[in-house]
């Protein structure tokens, strides 16, 4: 299983990116992928997750409202939409699957979100 992220960059406050994470390797629809964060000097969080077989998603409180996870089963793309973005957004975005009832978890290789003042 691989997972490849997309999409970080620089960006000023108030602004926008769209993050995309495209999931190769694996053969079923039911896994989940979840976007997390590592900011400098911080532990990684959570951002948001989505369940690919049925699309439930998840936001942590603080992205409520600005940002959107989706996906695209088709491209076994999982892509995290982020508007409003503030200088605290700054971190290292990750994506990871996980599949229920197993233990193996992927991570991507992560991509670098800046948000300037």
């Known amino acids: 299983v691989e997972l490849v992220e997309s999409g970080g960059g620089l960006v000023q406050y108030g602004g926008s990116l769209r993050l995309s994470c495209t999931v190769s390797g694996f053969t079923s629809d039911d896994y989940a992928v979840g976007w997390f964060r590592e900011a400098p000097g911080k532990g990684r969080e959570g951002v948001s997750c989505i369940s690919v077989i049925d699309g439930k998603t998840y936001y942590a409180e603080a992205m409520k409202g600005r940002f959107t996870i989706s996906r695209d089963n088709a491209k076994n793309t999982m892509s995290l939409q982020m508007n409003s973005l503030k200088p605290e957004d700054t971190a290292v975005y990750y994506c990871?699957?996980?599949?229920?009832?197993?233990?193996?978890?992927?991570w991507g290789q992560g991509t670098q979100v800046t948000v300037s003042s």
């Open positions: 990871r699957q996980t599949t229920p009832g197993s233990l193996m978890v992927y």
